[in-house]
């Protein structure tokens, strides 16, 4: 069974731990740009608290095309903004200098497209976590997606929304060493790359290990 799900920036722990689980991911590339998501921001450990990344869009929040379409505002200098919050969040982190040279080409070179950035970003990310997921895009748009071998699981992931439904998804955010916990209070369910400089290796085992 595919996991169907729009794109997101540098995901949250529970995306990819669905992935973890599902084994497949469908990514839906037909919809329209929904604004306000995950789709160009994402939330990391700063040393504040909760820091929220965000990557500029042409046009603003004024979208109104395919997501595949949405093209990133490079004049802004959002790829130093971001590296450099990234490195200062998790410089000090055990694994953060075995992982961070294979995300730092994304910080970089200069990507036209939203979808295309996050997709590199994405593929990434299952290779650095040795996982066995498998990549899918959808062809076309379908509102209510009601084949058996897909579990539609679009614009559930949001942030503070969709409680219920996502509940019965089953999964319970991991605690674990967080650099600034003792200042801020432990963070769940932020971005992947939290858990990932954190743990390294054992990523993977814990994120398959983060369900009911």
Known sequence: MSLLIEAHYLPAIEYMALAAKQGSLLIEQCENFEKSTCRNRCYIAGSNGKLMLSIPLLGGRQQNCLTRNVQIDNRQN??????????????STAYFEYYFDALLPFY?????FLFDLNIGLLATLIKLLKANINLLFTESYHKNHLSPDVKDCRNILIPNQNPMLRQQLGFSPPTYYQVFAHKIGFLPNISIIDLLFALGPETTPVLLNSFN
Not at 78 to 91: F, M, V
């Open 108 to 112: 970089t070179k200069i990507h036209k």
């Open 78 to 91: 959002w790829q130093k903004i971001h590296r450099h919050s990234i490195e200062s969040a998790y410089r």
